[in-house]
């Protein structure tokens, strides 16, 4: 069974669409994280979700919203797109915020805006 | 704020050969620190970790010793094989269990 689920793996899309990543964690986990990760390789935290609650939020556009409906789903959805989002979006996982609690990636969405 | 410092890569060595990776770390208080690997085209998975000062953490024959005194997590393993070429990254948390990064070294390992 497949720990954290992301869909889809890969998303093509033109300048000014909208589109939206999901993420779904089986872990029984009360944390949920996405990361994004650029061209070079550098990652960096977006947003952090504790029991449906907005607990990080890194200086990230508005164009980029996320939504949890229950403990195990974040969802992020990305409005008017630009070129500069494409990158590797990771969702990840934890039970509870402590600074020793693992997180867990999901396998990543590889976005392109052309 | 906190941030990861890691030596730039690619680090391209022969089978069986003695591996390093340095990685350098400014945060305060006392974080946890981590070393995740990225297989090509996969997600990140967790090699190591070490939550406090003198903590060594060991994996598949990786080790890294959470130095309080240089600020330093270094990633070692003795012989390395092909299968182990990926992207490591350095990270810790603080509050907020967020992670921070550093930049990701590149290994690449021929037979």
């Known amino acids: 069974d497949t720990a954290v689920s992301q869909t889809p793996k890969y998303l093509v899309t033109q300048m000014g669409n909208d589109k939206s990543i999901k993420c779904e964690q089986n872990l029984g986990h009360d944390t949920m994280y996405w990361y994004k990760q650029d061209s070079k390789k550098f990652l960096k935290i977006m947003f952090s979700y504790n029991n449906k609650e907005l607990i990080i939020n890194e200086t990230v556009p508005n164009r980029f919203s996320p939504k949890s409906p229950d403990k195990a789903h974040l969802n992020l959805h990305i409005n008017s797109l630009e070129l500069g989002d494409s990158a590797v979006y990771f969702c990840a996982s934890s039970q509870g915020q402590g600074i020793k609690n693992e997180q867990f990636f999901g396998p990543g969405t590889r976005l392109t805006v052309l | 704020g906190d941030s990861v410092t890691q030596m730039e890569g690619p680090v391209t060595l022969s089978e069986e050969a003695f591996l390093t990776i340095n990685c350098t770390y400014t945060a305060t208080g006392y974080p946890s620190l981590f070393w995740y690997v990225q297989y090509p085209g996969e997600g990140l998975q967790l090699l190591l970790k070490a939550t406090k000062a003198d903590d060594k953490g060991s994996n598949k024959g990786f080790e890294a010793t959470y130095r309080k005194e240089t600020t330093s997590f270094h990633l070692e393993k003795g012989s390395v094989q092909v299968s182990d070429s990926a992207v490591y990254f350095c990270?810790?948390?603080?509050?907020?269990?967020?992670?921070?990064f550093g930049g990701g070294t590149r290994l690449m390992v021929k037979p």
């Open positions: 990270a810790l948390t603080n509050a907020g269990n967020m992670l921070t």
